[in-house]
């Protein structure tokens, strides 16, 4: 035999040249194969055995590379193969040397397989059962066992011939694992592993019974006693096979320990393991010998047993949890396992131990036995770990055992004890929630939900903690892929064909997030019902200072991401494509958000109710809850909207007495009919106009369109809802019901917010609603505060008669109600501080609502007024004010209005006279004596808005004369007006006389001191006109006056030098001779007694009193300011009135004297703006009429009227052109401008301005001007 062909040169000359075949080309080498000389060889005892293994080589090599040669030689004769298969099995017996041992199983399977018959595979099997039957012993028959379990591997069908044709064989197999030899039952454990796990599995369902049951207890005693790590190894293989059939795993779990005998003190685990068999004398008698055998396996140093085992466990469990739980929890491999946990990070090994764990938690003795507890601080571990994987389904598997320990858990028995626990737990889980994966994060989210429950809070109470967990979920909203459009025109389809689809991860995780806040919010309310946990009595000192660690601050983190984040992101996603699931647990949220901060849900409940919840929440009822479908949603839906109501009618304005029952009745109403109510806005008003039918769900539909409509929300559009709010409360009287106050009071707000785009009522309506409101028995309990009920009443007479007064009055005293008035503690400086803000502030918002309320209806007015007289102190003094802005700031209808009010004033005025008269004027502080001062002044009001003309005031029967006369009477009467006014005059007087011996105080106000002149000389005005009885005088000094005047008046205020001015006016006019002032006078004015003719005439001014009063007026022409200038103009006429009625001569002296010429020579050069100013052109007047010509010349009146020529008669003021009318008619009727020329431009000029305006002087300012706090009637300074 050569190197390279298989041959043998001693016989090769005896064999038939068919057996053998050159392999390749002659002449390239190729290898000659000789199949007779090769069964020689094998046959051959004396040829070596490395012969026989190179030959052996050598037919192995040819069966690779030249496939079919071997086998067209020995399909020849079909009884050479077979003898050369058998001598091969044969060399399997008698071969003792590992390396042709190896070949000859090399070679016969490469064989079989070249031959690929049925025939020869039979053969070998039945050579194989006829050795292990004729022998007596399996010790030789570990080659056998090794060849058979490498075919089975390398040709899957010869195990379905196996375990249909071979059962015997089987059963050899089966005894052949009772040999000691671990070598010998590794390769038999082999044979197993390879049958059962044939591709298709179909051998191992087609095993009988038998056999299987006889595997399984076999595989148990070789796997308690096995010491090899090869045996193990196979043993394990064979095992998790077997634990995927249901059968086998029966006969496996019902293996008691007892049954199997173990050798002692063998070691079964490689490395570092003690041996089963001492483990399992520790064990009771009959425990299930599987949990032992695979907890050992997992104590075992190799991770790939430790793996499996996890996997057998698993396997196990799947067919049955409550079945085979308990054996493996009473084996304590829940401990083991998570042992495994905490200090192992193989991907695999952990999956599996969650997958153990996992079903094990089925067993109610899991936890009973506190493996939960126990394995909790593992299982935080190994997630933590878990969570940096790249392989994302470790981390879910365990954040789905840790979900389930934390849903199956015992409240009895608590997994936190402390607060370390929950902490690690809880960071954990952010970490799962903030997980780029949103699987992982949905997971984490479904865990944290139940981790909320109550029981599961370690005491103190981690409230840090919760609140970073809510947070973490809420900033994982950035990055949720919400639904575009297309994906909602399209959400069924895609649904179906990707479940897998970003966008619809993103809502499972949203739900689970929902899920998760609403246990939140639920564990709030719990701990807040728990006075222990809501105190968090013990927590650690140094935290109580910390905000972030209390029940407060998780509500007001709840409130705040809801608010800011979850209300938008569940309004985006379920805007075109609404969820039930996610709207049921989105309504239950928000619910509970009235709960946990009642302090801040007026303004929650505000903003929802503005941002159209009512419209969001009644859409999703209508479009998902129709039908009784989604009851859950529609509970949550209803829940919601009776806590937005009852929320938002609490803080309305209802009146104190029926509050509470309106609350009860309303919460009564939506609890009973809010789920009935499953319409759609569209189809509210059907459902409104139903004749019909039971009245409670239609009260509810109006209160809700009040609610919304009172935060701006428009449900339905004004017309239909003022016609079908008209319609349902006719029907209610037609069928002789009676709305509640709640719902007829809602119902008024929406008919007046509502009537400016709606259509007119008719008779039968209005009779209706004011049946409606009269059956109600304290109309202030329908009373809302809006200027629309005003409007509403006062539209139509019907009801401003019988309601008008009454919403005016709540209005009023409302408006009362919201300002903060002085307490009982206020000094009186604290009230004149407040009572001057409140003058400094513009007209508020509901004075110019009724101002144009009144504008629209005048009737309104005569109601207020009646108000004046009838009504408190403090509500008339409201009404005045109104009523006075009205006067002073509308323009328009001024006249008339002033008109109207007359004669309602004079009977105000004529009511208080005869109070008087019949109580006595002592009775200061009574009502009606209180409101004289608010009639009055809306007389002056009046009367400066529309001063009548002189032929009004001189008609006795007028209502100008009788109101002027009754109010003038009832000053003058009063005694205690006139001693104020003598105090205030006498403290001047005093203070201006010894000014340094009086401090700032004892003088009287400046303010105060002007209105006392200014008054006084009305009273004495007005006396004059009427003639009026005047009860007590005023004493008055007129030397003080004259002297403050001259040499004081650069010292002296202007506003004061004013007052004196139209003072003194006042008294000149009555020729110093007026019943209501007794004037004094001194050696000043009328020198030394016994007085001179002129002096007496002139008496109490006298003749150098009048010369010191005309130089002083003369002063103070040469002022800039505008009153002044008018008052001096206007003194300075009655002061030559007055010396032209009683001292002729005195009167052109005074005029005629050289300062007079200086004084006019002044004004003339100061400029044409002072030259043309109506009080100059005045004064200039006053000098021609009492002086003629001496003081005047003409170049002085050229100069006037050169002035006019260059300004233009167009560019004059009213005022002013009266004036150079006036000026002109006397230059021309005077003759004082004697050439033609000048006359003609004086005709010219009077032409120019026409004929005189009649209504000029009535048309002035008749506005009252506020300088600081002093009232100026204009209409006192017309010139």
């Known amino acids: 035999m050569t190197s390279r062909d298989i041959v043998c040169n001693k016989i090769h000359f005896r064999h038939d040249p068919k057996w053998s075949r050159r392999l390749g080309p002659v002449e390239g080498g190729g290898l000659l194969l000789c199949v007779a000389c090769l069964i020689e060889i094998i046959d051959d005892e004396d040829i070596a055995s490395v012969r026989k293994s190179s030959a052996l080589s ?166 308690a006693n096995a010491s090899s790590p090869q045996l193990l190894r196979y043993c394990v293989g064979l095992l998790s096979q077997l634990v995927h059939l249901a059968d086998a795993v029966s006969v496996l779990m019902n293996s008691l320990s007892c049954q199997v005998m173990c050798d002692e003190n063998e070691d079964i685990l490689a490395n570092n393991s003690q041996s089963l068999s001492q483990n399992q004398d520790q ?322 409940a505000n903003k929802l109710a503005s941002s159209g919840f009512y419209r969001l929440a009644v859409e999703h009822k209508g479009l998902l809850c129709a039908g009784n479908r989604n009851p859950n949603l529609n509970a949550s839906c209803c829940g919601f909207l009776q806590k937005l109501s009852m929320c938002l009618l609490s803080q309305s304005d209802l009146p104190s007495g029926s509050h509470q029952h309106d609350l009860k009745e309303v919460e009564n109403l939506l609890l009973h009919n809010l789920p009935s109510l499953c319409y759609r806005l569209s189809e509210w008003p059907s ?63 929406l008919l007046a917010l509502t009537q400016d785009k709606s259509p007119s009522l008719d008779g039968a309506s209005l009779n209706c609603i004011s049946k409606a409101l009269s059956s109600c028995q304290s109309f202030s309990s329908l009373y809302f505060h809006h200027a629309a009920l005003i409007y509403f009443m006062c539209r139509y007479p019907e009801l401003a008669e019988k309601f008008a007064a009454m919403v005016l009055e709540l209005w009023l005293t409302k408006e009362q109600d919201t300002n903060t008035g002085p307490t009982l503690a206020d000094t009186q400086e604290e009230k004149e501080s407040r009572a001057d803000e409140r003058s400094d502030q513009k007209t508020d918002t509901e004075t110019m609502e009724l101002l144009s309320v009144m504008e629209k209806y005048p009737a309104v007015i005569l109601t207020l007024l ?114 104020q006014l003598q105090t205030v005059f006498s403290s001047s007087s005093s203070s201006s006389s010894s000014a340094t011996s009086l401090s700032p105080s004892a003088c009287p106000p400046l303010a105060l001191l002007c209105c006392c002149h200014l008054l006084l000389s009305s009273l004495i005005t007005l006396q004059r006109v009427h003639s009026t009885q005047v009860r007590k005088s005023i004493t008055w000094s007129l030397d003080t006056a004259v002297q403050r005047l001259l040499t004081q008046k650069r010292n002296t205020d202007s506003l004061l030098l004013i007052s004196y001015l139209r003072l003194l006016q006042a008294l000149l006019d009555t020729d110093l001779a007026s019943e209501v002032v007794c004037l004094t006078s001194g050696p000043g004015l009328v020198g030394l007694r016994p007085l001179g003719v002129e002096d007496g005439a002139l008496y109490p001014l006298g003749s150098r009193g009048a010369q010191c009063l005309s130089i002083a ?92 020529e260059r300004r233009g008669v167009k560019e004059l003021s009213k005022e002013a052109e009266q004036a150079l009318r006036l000026l002109l008619t006397q230059i021309q009727s005077r003759d004082l401008l004697p050439r033609e020329e000048h006359k003609q431009k004086v005709k010219n000029m009077i032409e120019e301005l026409g004929e005189p305006d009649e209504s000029c002087r009535h048309s002035q300012s008749h506005d009252v001007l506020h300088v600081g706090d002093v009232p100026l009637c204009l209409s006192d300074f017309v010139l």
């Open 58 to 223: 050598s037919v192995s090599g040819v069966l690779k590379c030249s496939p079919g040669a071997l086998r067209e030689l020995l399909q020849q004769d079909h009884r050479v193969c077979l003898h050369f298969t058998a001598k091969l099995l044969g060399m399997l017996q008698t071969a003792e040397d590992p390396v042709t041992l190896e070949k000859v199983d090399q070679v016969l399977v490469q064989l079989l397989l070249e031959l690929q018959s049925e025939l020869s595979f039979r053969f070998v099997l039945d050579e194989i059962h006829k050795q292990l039957t004729e022998q007596l012993s399996v010790k030789h028959f570990l080659p056998t066992f090794s060849f058979l379990g490498n075919l089975i591997k390398a040709a899957p069908t010869v195990s379905q011939s196996l375990v249909t044709h071979y059962v015997p064989l089987l059963d050899r197999l089966c005894s052949a694992l009772l040999f000691p030899d671990e070598a010998l039952k590794g390769a038999v454990v082999y044979v197993w592993l390879q049958l059962l796990g044939a591709p298709g599995g179909s051998a191992a369902q087609s095993l009988p019974s038998a056999v299987r049951d006889r595997v399984c207890n076999v595989l148990l005693k070789t796997l």
């Open 687 to 749: 459902v409104l106009c139903e004749y019909q039918g039971p009245q409670a769900p239609k009260y509810c539909l109006v209160i809700m369109l009040y609610l919304a409509l009172q935060q701006g929300d428009r449900l339905l559009p004004d017309q239909i809802v003022f016609s079908n709010v008209v319609w349902l409360l006719r029907s209610v009287q037609e069928q002789g019901c009676v709305p509640p106050h709640s719902v007829l009071r809602s119902a008024l707000y």
């Open 1113 to 1204: 007026l003369s002063g103070l022409l040469l002022q800039k300011h505008e009153l002044l200038l008018r008052a001096s103009v206007n003194c300075l006429s009655s002061l030559l009135g007055f010396l032209q009625r009683k001292s002729p001569a005195t009167a052109k002296h005074v005029v005629c004297q050289p300062w007079s010429r200086f004084l006019l020579h002044s004004l003339l050069s100061s400029g044409q703006s002072c030259l043309l100013h109506p009080a100059i052109l005045r004064f200039i007047i006053l000098l021609l009429q009492d002086s003629g010509t001496p003081v005047l010349r003409e170049p002085d009146l050229l100069q006037v009227m050169e002035g006019v």
């Open 283 to 604: 064990q009771p008698p009959d425990h299930c010998l599987l949990p032992l055998i695979l907890k050992k396996l997992l104590l075992s140093g190799d991770e790939n047993l430790q793996v499996t085992s996890a996997k057998c466990i698993a396997s196990v469990l799947v067919h049955s949890p409550s079945q085979y739980s308990a054996p493996f929890i009473n084996a304590d491999v829940p401990e083991f396992l998570f042992d495994r946990l905490a200090c192992s990070s193989n991907e695999v090994l952990l999956w599996s131990a969650y997958s153990c764990l996992l079903l094990l938690t089925e067993e109610p003795l899991f936890f009973s036995q506190c493996h939960s507890v126990y394995g909790m601080e593992s299982l935080v571990r190994s997630l933590k770990e878990s969570l940096q994987l790249t392989n994302l389904e470790v981390p879910k598997q365990g954040l789905l055992l840790l979900r389930e320990i934390l849903e199956r858990q015992p409240a009895s028995v608590r997994l936190f004890p402390s607060g370390a626990g929950f902490v690690a737990v809880s960071e954990v889980l952010v970490g799962g929630v903030s997980s780029s994966c949103l699987l992982v994060a949905t997971q984490a989210a479904s865990v944290t939900s139940a981790l909320f429950r109550l029981d599961h809070q370690s005491r103190p109470v981690q409230y840090e903690a919760i609140i970073k967990l809510i947070e973490a979920i809420t900033n994982r909203f950035v990055n949720l892929t919400l639904p575009s459009p297309a994906h909602l025109r399209s959400s069924g389809r895609m649904k179906r064909s990707d479940p897998s689809s970003q966008a619809l991860r993103s809502e499972r995780f949203l739900l689970q997030a929902l899920v998760c806040f609403q246990s939140a919010c639920r564990l709030a309310e719990e701990c807040a019902s728990d006075p222990v946990l809501k105190e968090n009595t013990f927590t650690a000192p140094y935290k109580h200072s910390g905000a972030q660690d209390s029940l407060e601050s998780l509500c007001q983190c709840l409130l705040r991401c809801c608010d800011a984040v979850w209300i938008p992101t569940v309004i985006r996603m379920c805007e075109r494509a609404p969820s039930a699931p996610i709207l049921q647990n989105f309504y239950s949220i928000l619910s509970s958000q009235f709960t946990l901060l009642p302090s801040l849900m007026p303004a929650f």
């Open 866 to 979: 009646d108000m004046v007289c009838t009504r408190e102190a403090p509500l008339a003094e409201r009404v005045l004010g109104v009523l006075e802005v009205l006067l002073g700031g509308q323009r328009g209808y001024n006249i008339n209005l002033c008109t109207k009010l007359r004669p309602a004033l004079l009977q105000a005025l004529q009511r208080v006279s005869v109070v008087n008269t019949d109580h006595g004027f002592e009775q200061e502080y009574s009502a009606q004596v209180n409101s004289l001062p608010l009639v009055l002044k809306l007389l002056c009001v009046t009367q400066a808005s529309d001063p009548p003309s002189s032929p009004h005031y001189s008609n006795m029967e007028g209502v100008h004369f009788k109101l002027l006369y009754h109010a003038v009477s009832m000053l003058l009467s009063n005694s205690g007006l006139m001693d």
